[in-house]
Every structure is written in structure tokens, then in C-alpha cells.
């Protein structure tokens, strides 16, 4: 069973296209997240997310939205891509008092 | 501005052999020091954490060590194994915050040759 799910994996799309990618907990997890990894492989917060706050990173477009139809699921919507997109996005979620955030395998989003 | 550095960048051990990974943050309030574990295609696994109330906490042959003053974190794997190969992540968090964000160094790709 797999904690942190996301899809698609894999994702090659076209500038100026919008595209979602899907993300659901079963941890029962209160907090979930999005990170960004880019090709150097530095991992950097990009929401983060639970049923009361929705926390933005400041240097995040705001072409970039998460939509959570439910406390188990935290999907990103992203529109007019551009190259510099690209990178792999990773779907996290967390719960108190421990808080270890686990993370999902990944959407390796290529922008042509 | 990094708020979590990390060093080095690149690693190559031999089998057996000792790795350490060294880590210096800023930010005072952080009080969650977790290392994450990553292998190619796959996301970040958190491998040992600590808590600024212990200087070093130990889990098989992965040991964190935690110098609160010079504002330092290591990770050091005894007898390392080519298993070991991945790259691993320090991080800090601030829980105090109300949020349990984690920010990342940049990473440490470690090689373990047999």
C-alpha cells in the first residue's frame, strides 16, 4: 500500500499548456505539501497545506495552485508552463506530534 | 539566502569505510534536524532525526551528531555498503512556526565502491 501517491509519473507537455498532477495520503495525515526538485536536485517547499492554512513560498508564481478537494488529497495545477518548469514535484504529508513528512515517488514534469 | 548548508557535494567511500556529511543552519529557532535518504527515481526517505535537547542519536550504523552552539549537524554511516549509495539530504524545521515546513541543504551524492 503506498503512503503518498501521485500521478503521473511522467509528464512531457508543450509551453504555454496547463497541467495537473494528483496527489492522495493514506496516513490520515492533517498536512500535506508540495516540493520542487530541480535538476540540481535541491528540494524546495512550495505549499504547504492542511484543512485551516494554506501557507505559499513566497518566490512561487502564482501560475502554480494546489486545490484539495479533501484532507486526502492535495493536487497541483500549473498553467502556462514554461521551460523552466521543468523539474520533478514531489506530493509530502505530515501529522503531529511527530511530524516526519513522508514523501511520494515523484512527477518528472518536462516542458518542450 | 541557504538557511541549512551542506557539505560536501559529492562523496566516494569504499566499503567499510566511514562517511560523514556535515551540515551548518542560521536559523536559531530550529529545533528538528532530520537527514532524508533519496535513491535515484524514487523520493526522500527520512533515514534519523534529532532534537537540540541530545547531541548525538544513534540508529544502527547511521549516527547523528548535533553541536548546538556551533549551530552544526553531522551524519556519519559506519562500515558503509555500495547499498548505501543515494544521496542524502540535512534539513531543519521550526515547529515552533506552527507550520513543519522543512528546508533542505543541497544535497550530498554519496558513492560507496566495493
Known amino acids: 500500500d503506498t503512503a503518498v501517491s501521485q500521478t503521473p509519473k511522467y509528464l512531457v507537455t508543450q509551453m504555454g499548456n496547463d497541467k495537473s498532477i494528483k496527489c492522495e495520503q493514506n496516513l490520515g495525515h492533517d498536512t500535506m505539501y508540495w516540493y520542487k526538485q530541480d535538476s540540481k536536485k535541491f528540494l524546495k517547499i512550495m505549499f504547504s497545506?492542511?484543512?485551516?492554512?494554506?501557507?505559499i513560498n513566497e518566490t512561487v508564481p502564482n501560475r502554480f495552485s494546489p486545490k484539495s478537494p479533501d484532507k486526502a488529497h492535495l493536487n497541483l495545477h500549473i498553467n502556462s508552463l514554461e521551460l523552466g518548469d521543468s523539474a520533478v514535484y514531489f506530493c509530502?504529508?505530515?501529522?503531529?506530534?511527530?511530524?516526519?513528512?513522508?514523501f511520494g515517488e515523484g512527477s518528472w514534469l518536462t516542458v518542450v | 539566502q541557504q538557511q541549512v548548508k551542506q557539505s560536501p557535494q559529492s562523496l566516494i567511500v569504499q566499503k567499510g569505510g566511514i562517511s560523514i556529511i556535515n551540515c551548518a543552519y542560521e536559523n536559531t529557532a530550529f529545533d528538528y534536524f532530520p537527514w532524508y535518504q533519496q535513491f535515484p527515481g524514487k523520493g526522500p526517505a527520512l533515514l534519523i532525526a534529532i532534537r537540540p535537547d541530545v547531541s548525538e542519536k544513534k540508529e544502527g550504523r547511521f549516527t547523528i551528531s548535533f553541536n548546538k552552539s556551533a549551530k552544526q549537524f553531522s551524519l556519519h554511516i559506519m562500515d558503509s555498503q555500495p547499498g548505501d549509495s543515494a544521496t542524502y539530504f540535512c534539513a531543519a524545521s521550526n515547529s515552533g512556526a506552527g507550520s513543519y515546513q522543512l528546508t533542505f541543504g543541497k544535497g550530498t551524492k554519496l558513492s560507496v565502491i566495493p
Open positions: 497545506y492542511n484543512n485551516k492554512e494554506l501557507i
Open positions: 509530502a504529508s505530515s501529522h503531529p506530534p511527530e511530524n516526519t513528512i513522508y
